[in-house]
């Protein structure tokens, strides 16, 4: 039962374990986004993409510290997509935020789209990190960031979660590497280890 439930983290589906998730991603991953967004100035971004963007609490966190931004969010769960259209239902209508079924590995946004990319909890699924982060990078305008932020990113955690869920666990170093093969620069790497918590920045120069 907890299993079926776990692994709706990966994809969330229409049935009442998927919207137990939702939920409780956009209740449990406050804290953790809050310090990921602490790492990374991005009051002046205007055009920033939130990828797998869940239960859509993320985007509504971005909203709050940023002045004029227009945040999209991408998910390619139809279910995650429908919860976060619901909680940003007004910022939508106020043209404030988009939100698109679509998976990282085909993003249909022209080059240089955004000035800030972000993945909460998401890279664990993703099909192939290197290519992936390329996309990424594409959709960047220079000068643009791509944030990561995860909490589980050791193998004893991984050992702990991999048991419920299909997902790949990448050390703060990994996703450093991930990103300079991907092209991106500058890259900060910050943990806390008393949780875990891992945020990486790299930068399109
Ligand atoms: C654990 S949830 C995290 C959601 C949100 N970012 C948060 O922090 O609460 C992972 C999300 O990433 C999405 N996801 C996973 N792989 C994806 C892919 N290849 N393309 C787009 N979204 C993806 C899932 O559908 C899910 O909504």
């Given at each position: 039962m907890l299993k079926h439930i776990l692994s709706n983290t990966r994809k969330p589906d229409s049935s009442l374990s998927g919207s137990i998730i939702l939920w409780s991603m956009n209740k449990g991953h406050e804290k953790l986004a809050r310090w990921g967004l602490s790492?990374?100035?991005?009051?002046?971004?205007k055009f920033i993409l939130d990828a797998g963007?869940?239960?859509?609490k993320n985007i509504s966190n971005l909203l709050s510290i940023t002045q004029n931004a227009c945040v999209y969010g991408i998910d390619y769960s139809s279910a995650s997509v429908k919860k976060s259209t619901e909680f940003n239902k007004k910022e939508i209508k106020e043209g404030r935020v988009k939100i698109f079924q679509a998976d990282v590995s085909d993003l249909?946004?022209?080059?240089?789209?955004?000035?800030a990319v972000t993945a909460f909890?998401?890279?664990?699924?993703?099909?192939?990190l290197c290519e992936n982060f390329k996309e990424i990078y594409r959709i960047l305008q220079k000068g643009g960031v791509f944030l990561v932020c995860n909490e589980i990113s050791s193998e004893k955690d991984a050992e702990k979660w991999k048991k419920y869920i299909d997902m790949s666990v990448y050390t703060k170093s990994m996703i450093a590497d991930f990103m300079k093969t991907a092209g991106f620069s500058d890259i900060n790497i910050h943990s806390q280890p008393k949780n875990g918590w891992i945020c990486v920045t790299g930068i399109k120069n």
């Open positions: 790492k990374y100035d991005l009051s002046n971004k963007c869940g239960g859509g249909f946004f022209e080059n240089e789209s955004f000035d909890e998401t890279i664990y699924f993703w099909p192939s």
